[in-house]
């Protein structure tokens, strides 16, 4: 378990891997899910299964030698925020926007993470 002061973010590409962080809470993240980790949250990742695990491993920022915080014990170790999933199978394009079922325009986009909890998922819209 240890504390980054930056955000981490996983995007798994093959196998899976499992997050806990500082107060129990666990996540299984297949092919294209995305783990996102806020600066200053308790947390740690496995590859769980039989397969070897690939993945794009992202710091928002450049973080500072021997900034990061190694903890001992079993926790818990609380925090304002916590580890989120969002699974690729759960953003679906949506076709409602204006022009975008016209060709020629961005027909849907889609957030994979963002710092807001009520907002990482999908957000859709389109560009004339």
């Known amino acids: 378990m240890h504390v980054h002061s ?44 039989g397969e070897d695990l690939d993945l794009i491993w992202l710091h928002d920022a450049i973080e500072r030698l021997e900034v990061s915080v190694y903890l001992d014990g079993p926790g818990p170790f609380p925090a304002d925020d916590e580890v989120r999933l969002v ?3 759960d953003m679906i394009a949506n076709w409602e926007g204006e022009n975008a079922k016209t ?5 849907w986009t889609a957030d994979w993470v963002s710092a807001d909890p009520g907002r990482h998922g999908y957000r859709g819209g389109s560009r004339g």
């Open 6 to 49: 930056v955000t981490e973010i996983y995007v798994i590409l093959k196998g899976e891997a499992e997050s806990f962080d500082g107060v129990g809470n666990k996540h299984r993240a297949g092919p294209m899910d995305c783990l996102y980790i806020p600066a200053g949250v308790p947390h740690g990742v496995r590859t769980v299964g």
């Open 87 to 89: 699974k690729f199978r």
């Open 103 to 107: 060709g020629g325009n961005l027909r």
